[in-house]
């Protein structure tokens, strides 16, 4: 019962101190190693950064954005307040709250290395890592989970869904785990195959992984199963929060994985994104409560959590002409937890006049996202930097860590 | 090297194929790629079914039904519940046109006597690819893959692309059929109302017509020529929208003259004079000769049926014959099965959870029954039917698709199938003809060694040489 003793105490912690400041550097002192969690989500299909974080102070952002434009706070359908010149999407109920409790950080004007306007390409640079996509067959973040201080696990990572995505793909074993409608193997069947996958390289180490996260889930009562309706709006709201309570099943285990990773798609908003209510609001809201039941889930675990939550770029500063936006380059980012030194924006505003957008159309990115997953991976989860500026992100040397993102 | 003609066999069907089915091996015999190449010749099987309607007739129900919930919303004769209820409704005229479309789809898969030809109708449907998750598309998707792709399959690469891009369910899919010239007449005569919201164009197929479905990515396009490609097919349009959409024979495809951008425009350092509706068209057509489209088709069906990360010569020597044959497709089959590495190594690709359902079902003879029961393992084994969730279509590699829960997926469903069917059926008798001589001696030895009929099947069902092709 370790485990239980160690959440009452963190809980105490937390109360007592007021703050995960305090309860950060007790969970360290008490385990011997930092219990630290980081769950990554990524937003496929590109956020509009714009709509996410609007810079409603700025003098040209309702002329660009027409229409969907959403107001300062206070207004009718207006933005939640960050810091007197960005504000939240109406939809961020939960994050405005993060926010207001330092617990979140929001990033604008971010983009990866990328600068061209392939989704397919985008995802692949901010997954593998590298200046180009295809670059690299693997991801960085499982190049990273080599590095985590302490004794290797065998499942350090884990990915919800039932394939791994390019950022946790490589060399560290990592598992996929969705839930299942089928009835288990039994064990004979199992222990049979185990045998026929025996010179299998490939395919008895992913049985190995999936018996090894089903282990898992069996150790867990509160971990839900139950099937996600097929259809619509609600199919997609209950899908993400299978995903999500997925994700906490794993990370409040004692030995379990200390990073996940998860996505979500829908942000492909061409036509009809709507402002502060419509098609891109649903997803943002959506969003918004899953990242709210994440906490819950977590419970005594989410002091110790970031979640960081990023998407392949941005979209067109204007609206287009039919009440969407386009591909574009700069957008918004957001790191959410416990353990976060929240509390702020971080944002070299470019400004959004002609002369300041990226090739006359685009958000200018000020800010490379590698230096986020540096000042996360160095001083959250403790991999050293050396490895970071070589073989994590190749050829990052410039690129230097955002520091002080979290408590740790 | 050489390989025995049985493995030869076994290539032709599983690899080329959709998975054998008892017998198959056999009759295919000596010459694997004779076999192969009389598939194509002939016109193209149709789906055809009592239930299996046109796309227009579809869509234009479903814009009608749409139209009929926004007119009650706007005039304020529903109250909420209501609406929720007209939503469902939408819902409820879409879904059993998808199940009926995926259902025919299944079973013409599993049925076909010329199953190459099923694979590469289905390759062409997902390089054009449509995805559900979108509104109205549970309801196109078939219908576009039987009157866009399936006729074209074995003409030239240029009617099948006009095809695709011209069809309504593409138009829908990837927004161009709202998109409108910023110097149009309607937009002109529009924006100078007052308070008028802005028209223009939206850039998402153009875009993709460029990136996923000719040049590809890097294939020598620019931001420019994207947003100048969105300008030559403002217009493409489909008729019975709402509005200023609204004119045009319902649910077909419509070029509008006024909202189309006028004048002559440059794409990829040509210049186009201004046709309206043959300014796109002669776009595509040179799209459809340029070497980037070549090499760029070449490589996806080289990744397709060869390996992963296929061999350049081999993709050199596709793309060669796509170029000499001005895109005619059956040559560029032909030559495909021709390729000497096509035939060098047997189960170097990892099946896709349709490859393996499909094989399951041929292999163990099953049928596919009416209703939407046979649809439940794609859903299981997370490949929907007409659903990649993406215009890229579903990845083509086996990192995409052999995670540890994916595979765990696959084995609990053949353990199922396994269980409900193997008291009928003899593994150890059905394993060489499915498998010719890549079945390994292992998994003789293990479904042999079974402790039951049930468990026989499971285990040849899941042996490593089942989950490839």
């Known amino acids: ?408 | 090297m050489s390989l025995s003609a049985d493995t030869q066999a076994a290539i032709a069907a599983n690899r080329f194929g959709l998975g054998a089915r008892p017998g198959d091996l056999e009759a295919i015999g000596s010459d694997a790629r004779g076999w192969l190449r009389a598939q194509l010749k002939g016109s193209p099987p149709q789906i055809a079914g009592a239930d299996l309607k046109p796309s227009f007739t579809t869509l234009a129900e479903a814009l009608e039904l749409r139209r009929q919930i926004e007119e009650r919303k706007k005039s304020g004769t529903l109250d909420p519940a209501m609406a929720e209820e007209q939503q469902q409704k939408l819902g409820q005229f879409v879904r059993p046109v998808y199940v009926s479309e995926a259902t025919a789809r299944f079973a013409l898969a599993v049925g076909t006597e010329r199953p190459f030809l099923e694979r590469l109708s289905q390759f062409w449907t997902n390089h054009f690819a449509v995805s559900i998750d979108k509104q109205f598309m549970p309801a196109l998707a078939g219908a576009f893959e039987r009157e866009a792709i399936r006729p074209n399959v074995l003409g030239r690469f240029a009617d099948l692309l006009l095809a695709a891009e011209s069809h309504p369910a593409m138009l829908m899919y990837l927004d161009n059929f709202i998109s409108v010239g910023p110097d149009s007449q309607a937009a002109q005569r529009f924006e100078r109302r007052p308070n008028a919201p802005h028209l223009g164009i939206n850039e998402n197929l153009a875009r993709e017509i460029l990136e996923l479905h000719t040049l590809g990515v890097g294939g020598g396009y620019t931001q420019a020529d994207v947003t100048t490609f969105a300008q030559v097919i403002t217009g493409w349009s489909i008729g019975g929208n709402h509005g200023r959409f609204q004119s045009g024979e319902p649910g077909r495809f419509v070029f509008r003259p006024g909202l189309h951008q006028p004048g002559a425009k440059t794409v990829l350092n040509t210049r186009y004079p201004d046709s309206g509706y043959g300014q796109g068209v002669a776009v595509l057509n040179d799209l459809a000769r340029h070497p980037s489209t070549a090499h760029f088709i070449a490589t996806k069906l080289c990744r397709h049926f060869i390996a992963d990360e296929p061999p350049a010569a081999a993709v050199n020597r596709v793309a060669g014959a796509f170029t000499a044959s001005e895109g005619d497709l059956p040559t560029v089959y032909r030559t495909l099965v021709e390729t000497r590495e096509a035939w060098a190594a047997p189960l170097t690709k990892f099946k896709t959870p349709a490859d393996y359902i499909y094989s399951v079902y041929r292999g163990l003879a099953l049928p596919v029954e009416a209703g939407k029961g046979p649809l439940g393992p794609f859903e299981v084994l997370g490949q929907r039917i007409w659903q990649p969730g993406s215009p890229a279509g579903w990845p083509d590699r086996s990192a995409d698709w052999d995670g540890s829960s994916a595979l765990l997926k696959r084995i609990e469903w053949a353990d199922q199938t396994g269980a409900r069917l193997g008291s009928r059926i003899d593994a150890k008798a059905l394993g060489p003809q499915l498998l010719g001589e890549n079945l390994t001696d292992a998994t003789r030895t293990a479904v042999s060694r079974a402790v039951s009929a049930e468990q026989a099947v499971t285990l040849l069902l899941a042996a490593p040489e089942f989950m490839r092709r």
């Open chain 1, 1 to 408: 019962m370790a485990s239980l003793k160690r959440r009452q105490f963190l809980k105490l912690g937390a109360l007592a101190a007021g703050g995960a400041f305090l309860t950060t550097r007790l969970a360290f002192a008490g385990n011997g190693g930092p219990p630290t969690r980081f769950v990554l989500v990524i937003l496929r299909g590109a956020l509009d950064g714009l709509a996410a974080v609007p810079p409603y102070a700025d003098p040209d952002y309702a002329a660009l954005r027409r229409e969907v434009a959403l107001h300062e706070p206070g207004a009718n359908g207006g933005v939640l307040p960050l810091n007197g010149f960005f504000g939240l999407h109406p939809s961020f109920g939960f994050l405005g709250q993060a926010y207001a409790n330092r617990e979140l950080v929001v990033f604008q004007a971010v983009a990866s290395p990328y600068r061209e306007r392939s989704h397919f390409d985008g995802q692949d640079v901010l997954e593998n890592g590298s200046l180009r996509p295809h670059a690299l067959q693997s991801g960085w973040l499982n190049r990273a989970l080599a590095h985590l201080p302490g004794a290797p696990a065998r499942e350090p990572g884990v990915a919800l869904g039932q394939n791994v995505p390019l950022v946790m793909r490589g060399p560290a074993e990592v598992s996929s785990w969705s839930p299942s409608k089928m009835t288990a193997l039994d064990e004979d069947t199992l222990a049979r195959l185990t045998d026929l996958y025996a010179h299998d390289p490939l395919l008895s180490v992913r049985l190995a992984d999936a018996t090894a996260a089903d282990a898992l889930v069996a150790g867990d009562s509160q971990m839900t199963m139950a099937a996600a309706p097929a259809q619509g709006a609600a199919a997609y709201a209950a899908r993400y929060a299978q995903l999500v309570k997925a994700a906490a099943g794993f990370l409040r285990q004692e030995n379990g994985p200390r990073v996940a990773v998860f996505d979500t798609t829908g942000w492909d908003t061409h036509a009809n994104e709507g402002g502060a209510e419509g098609q891109l609001a649903g997803r943002l809201k959506a969003l918004d409560g899953g990242l709210a039941m994440l906490k819950q889930e977590l419970g005594p675990v989410w002091s110790q959590t970031a979640v960081l939550m990023v998407t392949e770029f941005g979209r067109t500063a204007a609206v287009n002409g039919t009440r969407g936006t386009d591909h574009g380059t700069g957008t918004a980012a957001f790191l959410c937890g416990g353990a976060v030194a929240g509390g702020r924006v971080i944002a070299d505003w470019p400004g959004l006049s002609a002369r300041a957008l990226y090739q006359g159309r685009d958000l200018n990115p000020t800010l490379d996202l590698r230096a986020v997953f540096k000042g996360i991976l160095s001083e959250h989860m403790g991999v050293p930097e050396r490895a970071l500026d070589a073989e994590v992100f190749p050829d990052s040397g410039a690129v230097r860590a955002l520091r002080g993102l979290t408590h740790a």
